[in-house]
């Protein structure tokens, strides 16, 4: 059972320019989870999703940061108009549903490097 | 400010020493989770102690949970060089989403 999957691992943009960062969920996994974390610091929650619903999107910059998680395919964070602060390593994890005692423990991808020029 | 602060933020010990780290938080929560974090890569799940839960162990990892304190501690028995990493605390805040609120992190160095 592979992991929760990210790619592309490293991702250069320019000011300006749009980043898609993908994030494909542990296989059985319906909710997904996108954090930010920036350097020397800890993981900052973005956004929660389940397929084709945005569940909790409060951690999530107003403007130029949407996520989606279609039916098929991979969950995509995506950045319009970067600019320097954006630069962060970006992480999902996922795991397989509330339980029966709360929330299960997630599961997290190796991250996607963003780096601003 | 924080949910998750862990303490000492840095911590250096000789292999074969036992590591503690201390994570508080704020709200009330239904479990806490630690995490570790290798220099640049992803997080790695370690343990998950819920509400109800006091300790747990796991292999050389020992957990505890004091909810009236708010607090929790993580301890590494019998340090490895290989245990050099960054530790985190999360909890859900009592969410009903499970996002996590990690703490600043400790960071763990375990000389050879």
């Known amino acids: 059972n592979a992991g929760v999957m990210q790619n592309p691992r490293h991702l250069v943009r320019r000011r300006g320019q749009e980043a898609r960062l993908r994030c494909s969920p542990m296989?059985?996994?319906?909710?997904v989870y996108w954090y930010r974390q920036l350097p020397e610091e800890g993981l900052k929650f973005m956004v929660y999703l389940q397929k084709e619903n945005i569940i909790d999107e409060s951690g999530m910059p107003k403007e130029r940061f949407s996520a989606e998680f279609p039916k098929e395919g991979p969950s995509i964070l995506r950045i319009q108009q970067v600019v320097r602060g954006d630069s962060a390593a970006y992480f999902c994890a996922s795991s397989p549903g509330t339980g029966t005692s709360g929330h299960n423990e997630q599961f997290f991808g190796p991250g996607t490097r963003l780096t601003v020029l | 400010s924080q949910q998750g602060e862990e303490d000492p933020q840095a911590l250096s010990i000789q292999e074969g020493e036992n590591a503690t780290m201390n994570c508080s938080y704020k709200t009330s929560i239904n479990n806490l989770q630690w995490y570790r974090q290798n220099s640049g890569r992803g997080l790695v799940h370690l343990i998950l102690?819920?509400?109800?839960?006091r300790e747990k162990h796991s292999g050389r990892l020992r957990v505890t949970l004091d909810t009236s304190k708010k607090s929790s501690s993580l301890l590494i028995t019998a340090s490895r060089a290989a245990d050099t990493a960054s530790y985190f605390c999360a909890t859900d805040g009592s969410s009903n989403t499970g996002k996590l609120i990690f703490g600043q992190g400790t960071t763990l160095q375990v000389k050879p």
């Open positions: 102690i819920r509400s109800n839960e």
């Open positions: 296989k059985g996994h319906s909710h």
